[in-house]
């Protein structure tokens, strides 16, 4: 039967509208002939409906895909339908096929598992959908809200309740049929079966701590990753064993993983320490994981924290002698075959930063950089010399692109010059009787004169009564929330912007370049904190992944929120190093060599050096928010880096995963050059 | 005294961007005014050792971004707030005006289980500038606004001549207490923290 003929649905012009594309091909869901067939097509209802409820089907923003959400009652039957809205793809990318591969057609919820729903503090609340047969649709994004009102109104008309395991996860119909429930819980992989339920609890409780999960649990997420391939559903003639087995794969692959990298980080643990020590490192380590699998054998001293290769070693503390000679004959084997391998995989040391007639070897005749990839790898690796910086900067930030000739490139200076001093005039030109009827002008202008003079004023550049290059960042910063008037002024914007004036010492070319950080970095200043929500989840995420133990203590502390990263990802590090090491790790970021996302790296790394400080000091919230604070000043860039830099090759794949589509620093299109302009002039 | 006690205060400083909070819990911690105070980013806070009547409490006071679309962090740090300190500048009608806006999204966000007799205190700060020249709001109008939100103690600051600071925060972590004490006590009213005299202000209720 066809979900069709389900219910008559032909005053419903998103359905007719989608109706019109469909064809028989690019049905998303093959398996639609196991579906129920139990209704008849008179007496349908809609009992819930909700508007703007968007798939994100790529990390890109402009990728994504909203739609109609709505709740059908027939029968004694309950369906669930998304259609996405016709003709709003905001990407020449998603072609309308696309987007029906992602329209939900009439799904039964006699076909519904359980629905995982999150609700973070900041950004969009979403839910995963999963099927029984171990499907489940990409995440659904509420960004007008309502995801209560959707679970209030299911429970009206199916059995539902809260997994036991896991609050946030709502299991439907799970009493009808227990043999059936434990023969698909043995197919399905754990990542999907959420926890056998104790006894119905009520859907509406305890709002305020509901609010307050800021992050949600990384099993569900993962039920997530296999998702967004929405093709793939296509092809497999037994969805779920097919999906069973990849999630199964994936999972046993983290696992591996996690167990590969700390031997990794265990091992290689070289740099910068004796191979005396490295042994004593490796032997705390897996002396460490004997004590876990043992709980009897707990350390009397309460904050006592298994090492991790990554933390600062204040000194050789621990001896464990009796441990030795076993452990030492592993080690030792380990060292010598894997060594090679290891220290490939272990951050590499810096280089000095890339020099004069260096550069010159990057470009050809007419100034274009032949090897766009290697140059970013080289600077990677060593930054750029302070005065390369002002040619080298506007190709990383992608104001400029690698294949611009000088002559282009001079030639985009004097065009873009006369664009700036335009929108710049836009505010010039307010008469002070215009701008008295002209509030939202006169509030950011006013926040923009509070923040220009308490930027960097220590510096020489800054310092003084009517600096001029003070003068500058406000000029700027006004014509940017002309240019970007939906953004508009955030504080932070001024941090951003310093350094970058600084460099190029140029009115017109700071504004572009700045410009084209905002195009990456613009979401973290959202009013709704979505690309901040998202980057301190992803976070949360990596550190499960690459230190459960520290994962778990923020949990036990009630720390999973990632606030006390906030001034970290809002300015990219910039009130946590000195303006030289901050131009510096920024260049290095902007290469988007090994990750776009190597902040977050960074962070997960910084966070580890210090994890036994944190774990074993037992530091509550707020005393870890100050500690975080009071680290401005004293991270070692170079030695965070390298952790960094290890930290995302161990993390690969998985790594990748674990950071949800939309993350800033996203980029409007990768296709192997790093970012074509999108209003490239010549 | 019943003999359970607290002795962490917690309390936060809200207010436009720019209207002084940073100087205001420095000046009041550290005893120092720096013109080079960066716009803050997120939050932080200060610790001081706080004594009365033979009791040493913790105060612990929250300075928080002032920009708006900065405020649903609030969430993540108001909880669990004793006291909340609102600043505005004299020299600024805006941050005046704000002023309801910061108490009740403070209200809303840290959902105080006594949200009509929360504490806050109202500091009118950069009284110095320009010898009180470029002033716009008067203390009548603040005063009047603070006597029609059930009577919140109100006090005209200079973060950066030390005027006023040691005695608002006075005021501050007594009310702090209170609330302390009212939490997990149930005898209220019994701090008696006797009557200070303070230059240019109505003094603590307490």
Not at chain 1, 309 to 338: G, Q
Not at chain 1, 411 to 419: G, L, P, T
Not at chain 2, 192 to 205: A, F, I, N
Request: aromatic share 10%; hydrophobic share 35%; net charge negative.
């Amino acid at each position: 039967m066809q979900e069709t003929e389900l219910y008559d649905l032909s005053d419903d012009a998103d359905y007719a509208a989608s109706q019109q594309q469909q064809g028989s091909a690019s049905m998303m869901r093959s398996d639609s002939s196991k579906r129920s067939s139990s209704s008849e097509p008179e007496g349908a209802e809609v009992v819930y409906t909700k508007d703007n409820v968007t798939i994100h089907p790529t990390q890109f923003a402009s990728e994504r895909i909203s739609g109609r959400l709505k709740l059908i009652k027939q029968g004694s039957s309950l369906f669930m339908t998304w259609f996405p809205y016709k003709g709003q793809s905001s990407s020449a990318r998603l072609s309308e096929k696309d987007m029906n591969l992602y329209t939900i057609r009439a799904v039964p919820f006699t076909e519904v598992r359980s629905i995982r729903r999150h609700t973070p503090a900041l950004g969009w609340q979403y839910i995963i959908v999963v099927l029984s047969s171990g499907l489940a649709f990409p995440p659904l994004y509420f960004y007008n809200g309502g995801v209560r009102e959707f679970l209030a109104t299911i429970k009206q008309h199916v059995f539902l309740m809260r997994s036991a395991e896991d609050a946030n996860v709502f299991l439907v119909n799970d009493l009808q049929n227990p043999l059936q429930r434990t023969l698909s819980s043995l197919e399905l992989p754990r990542a999907v079966v959420a926890g056998l339920p104790s006894a119905p609890q009520s859907l509406v409780e305890s709002p305020s701590q509901e609010h307050l999960k800021a992050v949600g649990e990384f099993h569900g997420e993962s039920s997530s990753t296999f998702q967004y391939g929405g093709r793939q559903r296509q092809k497999g003639h037994d969805p779920t064993r097919d999906i069973s087995i990849q999630v199964l794969e994936k999972f046993s692959l983290v696992t591996k993983f996690a167990r590969e990298t700390s031997q990794l980080f265990r091992e290689t643990h070289s740099n910068g320490y004796g191979s005396f020590e490295r042994k004593r490192n490796s032997q705390s380590a897996i002396d460490y994981t004997q004590k876990e699998a043992d709980p009897a054998k707990k350390v009397p001293n309460q904050s006592f924290v298994p090492s991790d290769p990554l933390e600062k070693k204040p000194n050789i503390e621990h001896n464990h002698d009796e441990e030795t000679s076993a452990l030492v004959e592993t080690f030792e084997l380990i060292d010598c075959k894997e060594f090679d391998k290891l220290s490939l995989v272990w951050g590499k040391p810096r280089q000095p930063p890339l020099g004069s007639e260096e550069w010159a070897t990057f470009l050809d005749s007419e100034g274009r950089v032949v090897d766009a990839k290697a140059l970013r790898k080289r600077i990677f690796y060593g930054g750029v010399e302070h005065k390369l910086r002002r040619e080298v900067w506007s190709f990383l930030l992608g104001y400029n692109t690698y294949e611009s000739t000088d002559a282009e490139r001079e030639y985009q200076r004097s065009v873009k010059k006369k664009e700036y001093e335009m929108i710049k005039h836009q505010w010039q030109s307010i008469s002070p009787e215009q701008a008295k009827r002209f509030t939202k002008f006169r509030e950011r202008k006013g926040l923009i004169e509070k923040d220009v003079v308490r930027t960097d004023r220590s510096l020489p550049f800054y310092d003084g009564d009517d600096n001029p290059h003070v003068n500058l960042l406000h000029d700027i910063l006004l014509t940017y929330s002309f240019y970007n008037f939906d953004l508009g002024y955030c504080q932070g914007m001024s941090d951003l912007l310093s350094p970058i004036l600084f460099v190029m010492e140029d009115e017109s070319e700071s504004f572009w370049c700045f410009v084209a950080l905002m195009e990456r970095l613009g979401p973290n200043f959202n009013r709704d904190q979505s690309g901040m929500h998202s980057q301190l989840f992803a976070i949360s995420k990596l550190v499960e992944l690459l230190d459960l133990p520290l994962h778990n203590y923020f949990k036990q502390n009630d720390c999973l929120n990632y606030f006390f990263c906030f001034r970290w990802i809002l300015i990219q590090f910039k009130r946590e190093f000195e303006y030289e090491m901050i131009m510096r790790l920024w260049e290095v970021l902007w290469t988007h060599y090994l990750s776009e996302h190597l902040h977050l790296y960074v962070c997960v790394a910084i966070l580890k050096r210090h994890r036994s400080k944190i774990m074993g000091e037992q530091m509550d919230f707020d005393t870890l928010l100050k500690f975080i604070n009071e680290l401005s000043g004293h991270i070692d860039l170079d030695a965070i880096l390298r952790d960094a830099e290890a930290l995302c090759i161990c993390a690969g794949e998985n790594g990748a995963a674990c950071i949800p589509p939309g993350t800033p620093p996203s980029l409007p299109v990768d296709n192997g050059s790093l970012y074509p302009q999108p209003d490239e002039v010549l | 005294m019943p003999s359970r006690r607290r002795t962490l205060l917690k309390v936060i400083i809200l207010g436009d961007s720019g209207v002084g909070k940073t100087s205001l819990m420095n000046q009041y911690v550290n005893k120092k005014f720096s013109n080079q105070y960066k716009a803050t980013i997120g939050a932080d806070f200060l610790t001081k050792e706080v004594q009365f009547e033979d009791r040493l409490f913790t105060l612990q006071i929250w300075d928080t971004a002032g920009q708006e679309r900065f405020q649903s962090l609030g969430v993540a740090f108001y909880r669990g707030a004793d006291c909340c300190v609102l600043v505005y500048d004299v020299n600024s009608m805006k941050s005046f005006d704000n002023l309801n806006n910061w108490r009740e999204e403070f209200l809303i966000q840290a959902s105080p289980s006594d949200p009509e007799n929360f504490p806050f205190v109202v500091l009118g700060n950069k009284i110095d500038v320009d010898g009180g020249n470029s002033r716009v709001v008067s203390e009548k109008k603040a005063r009047a606004w603070c006597a029609s939100k059930g009577n919140i103690p109100y006090f005209e600051t200079s973060a950066k001549e030390g005027i006023n600071v040691e005695e608002a925060f006075q005021c501050i972590a007594k009310n702090a207490l209170k609330t302390g004490e009212e939490e997990e006590i149930y005898l209220p009213d019994t701090i008696d923290v006797g009557t200070s005299s303070q230059p240019r202000s109505t003094g603590c209720e307490c």
